[in-house]
């Protein structure tokens, strides 16, 4: 089986140490591309770098997160335009609403949000997405552009780190919108809604990533001493989402897989 982790903060401080351990442990289970988070400036040259240094295993994502909102200038979206013109960063993001924690200012979010759909639009690379009790305005931003551009001009999205309800995945399925499922699926205390809820995701429209180093899965025995989560725990979530969805691990695998290739026009 091959995996594609479409979610890895692999720039984060705690990989520093043994970062090519973790890819080797990721490899060694089956994950055989991964793409790495931007959600800042320099995050995302960060993430540029190392798919520079990991060609054709590393990609790179280049964006603002909602959180880092509140520095969103002319100048940061030029620069980000810069890095869209080059091969290795493969969607717009990590971009979107978070008002569940409201590190930046909610009107700063919505314009930083807004830009960077201009900025898919413009450069027709799939948006990478973020969004926490925030549900109404983004889909509210997400349709203005639609209406706007016309859907055949909106590149795909992907709601990365899927966690909300019912209503809100159907909201996304309506839209044509992917989901990215992460470990939060294993999560006895918050996530045990998503499994039956991913049984509604069409193999189509699914991705699986970690998020790492967030989000160890909590079903994950022994769990590590340090608590870290890494791309290799990315074959645990889907032998948990296959369970879930009555499949074979296999099957939810290369589906996966292949989604995620075409999506993001991995090779």
């Given at each position: 089986?091959?995996?594609?982790?479409?979610?890895?903060?692999?720039?984060?401080?705690?990989?520093?140490?043994?970062?090519?351990?973790?890819?080797?442990?990721?490899?060694?289970?089956?994950?055989?591309?991964?793409?790495?988070?931007?959600?800042?400036?320099?995050?995302?040259?960060?993430?540029?770098?190392?798919a520079r240094t990991h060609s054709g295993?590393?990609?790179?994502?280049?964006?603002?997160?909602?959180?880092?909102?509140?520095?969103?200038?002319?100048?940061?979206?030029?620069?980000?335009?810069?890095?869209?013109?080059?091969?290795?960063?493969?969607?717009?993001?990590?971009?979107?609403?978070?008002?569940?924690?409201?590190?930046?200012?909610?009107?700063?979010?919505?314009?930083?949000?807004?830009?960077?759909?201009?900025?898919?639009?413009?450069?027709?690379?799939?948006?990478?997405?973020?969004?926490?009790?925030?549900?109404?305005?983004?889909?509210?931003?997400?349709?203005?552009?639609?209406?706007?551009?016309?859907?055949?001009?909106?590149?795909?999205?992907?709601?990365?780190?899927?966690?909300?309800?019912?209503?809100?995945?159907?909201?996304?399925?309506?839209?044509?919108?992917?989901?990215?499922?992460?470990?939060?699926?294993?999560d006895e205390r918050r996530g045990t809604?998503?499994?039956?809820?991913?049984?509604?995701?069409?193999?189509?429209?699914?991705?699986?990533?970690?998020?790492?180093?967030?989000?160890?899965?909590?079903?994950?025995?022994?769990?590590?001493?340090?608590?870290?989560?890494?791309?290799?725990?990315?074959?645990?979530?889907?032998?948990?989402?296959?369970?879930?969805?009555?499949?074979?691990?296999?099957?939810?695998?290369?589906?996966?897989?292949?989604?995620?290739?075409?999506?993001?026009?991995?090779?």
């Amino acid at each position: 089986m091959q995996f594609v982790d479409i979610g890895a903060n692999l720039t984060h401080e705690s990989f520093r140490h043994d970062f090519d351990a973790v890819l080797a442990r990721a490899r060694n289970v089956g994950v055989t591309q991964l793409v790495v988070t931007g959600a800042s400036l320099q995050g995302s040259r960060e993430a540029l770098e190392l798919a520079r240094t990991h060609s054709g295993v590393l990609f790179a994502t280049a964006g603002v997160h909602p959180h880092h909102a509140g520095d969103f200038d002319a100048d940061i979206e030029a620069a980000l335009r810069e890095l869209h013109a080059l091969p290795e960063v493969v969607a717009v993001g990590e971009t979107g609403l978070d008002y569940h924690r409201n590190f930046s200012p909610r009107a700063a979010q919505l314009f930083a949000f807004e830009r960077q759909l201009e900025l898919a639009a413009d450069c027709g690379k799939p948006l990478f997405l973020h969004q926490r009790d925030a549900h109404g305005d983004f889909i509210a931003c997400m349709d203005n552009v639609l209406d706007q551009r016309g859907r055949g001009r909106i590149p795909r999205a992907v709601v990365h780190c899927f966690t909300g309800k019912k209503d809100e995945l159907f909201d996304y399925l309506d839209r044509d919108f992917f989901i990215g499922i992460t470990g939060w699926i294993c999560d006895e205390r918050r996530g045990t809604h998503l499994r039956e809820l991913v049984k509604s995701i069409p193999a189509s429209r699914l991705m699986l990533e970690t998020d790492a180093p967030y989000l160890l899965p909590r079903t994950v025995k022994p769990a590590p001493s340090h608590r870290r989560n890494e791309p290799m725990y990315l074959a645990h979530i889907c032998a948990e989402v296959a369970r879930d969805r009555g499949e074979d691990v296999a099957v939810t695998a290369a589906n996966a897989a292949a989604t995620a290739r075409e999506f993001f026009g991995l090779p």
